[in-house]
């Protein structure tokens, strides 16, 4: 039984800024990365941030300078510091923890980003 918790969603307005948090508990043996993507209506899920056990980070051009993705302090848990939001940020964000052959999603959490 894995389960990855979401928090720190919300409705937010444009210009401003959240940190969604992600902890993975359970029975996992190593994870390798952990990321977070996102869905809103319409389009396509898509990978916002990621960042290896190494420390390697990867983010979507659509975020690239207003967000910054981190380890948290407690094991297995990931940070997304996101600044500057726009309404084309309102998506539900997802939580995904990779840790080789398996793969763990959160139920989402939702931003919303107002004008």
């Known amino acids: 039984q894995v389960q990855l918790v979401e928090s720190g969603g919300g409705l937010v307005q444009t210009g401003g800024s959240l940190r969604l948090s992600c902890t993975a508990s359970?029975?996992?043996?190593?994870?390798?990365?952990m990321g977070w993507y996102r869905q809103a209506p319409g389009k396509q899920r898509e990978l916002v941030a990621v960042?290896?056990?190494?420390?390697?980070?990867n983010y979507a051009d659509s975020v690239k300078g207003r967000c910054t993705i981190s380890r948290g302090n407690a094991k297995n848990t990931v940070n997304l510091q996101m600044n500057s939001l726009k309404p084309e940020d309102t998506a539900v964000y997802y939580c995904?923890?990779?840790?080789?052959?398996?793969?763990?999603w959160g139920h989402g959490t939702q931003v919303t980003v107002s004008s």
């Open positions: 995904n923890a990779n840790a080789g052959v398996n793969g763990y």
């Open positions: 359970g029975m996992i043996f190593s994870i390798n990365s």
């Open positions: 960042i290896s056990s190494g420390g390697n980070t």
